[in-house]
């Protein structure tokens, strides 16, 4: 599987900016707060450790040296 999200700080940051985002659920009125669901991307790309969008920039923070053939 490719990663691109590899350093664990970076991991913790998108989950605690998608948490931030979920809690608009919470306190905001109903229609403002579905945006809060934007939460569940920076917290789905922290889990799974790859983000589409860093992958069509050519992001990626992993320094993990890759071995050639």
Same mark, same amino acid.
Request: proline letters at 6%; aromatic letters at 8%; hydrophobic letters at 45%.
């Given at each position: 599987?490719?990663?691109? %999200?590899?350093s664990?700080?970076?991991r913790t940051v998108r989950a &605690? &900016?998608? !948490?931030?985002?979920l809690?608009?659920?919470f306190f905001l009125e109903a229609p403002v707060s579905?945006?809060?669901? &934007?939460? !569940? %991307?920076?917290i789905a790309t922290a889990v799974f450790r790859?983000?589409? &969008?860093?992958?069509m920039l050519g992001v990626n923070t992993c320094r993990?040296?890759?071995k050639h053939a």
């Open positions: 599987m490719l990663h691109n %999200v590899c664990k700080t970076e &605690i &900016i998608g !948490l931030g985002l809690s608009m659920l579905y945006f809060g669901l &934007i939460g !569940l %991307v920076p790859y983000c589409p &969008i860093s992958h993990m040296e890759q």
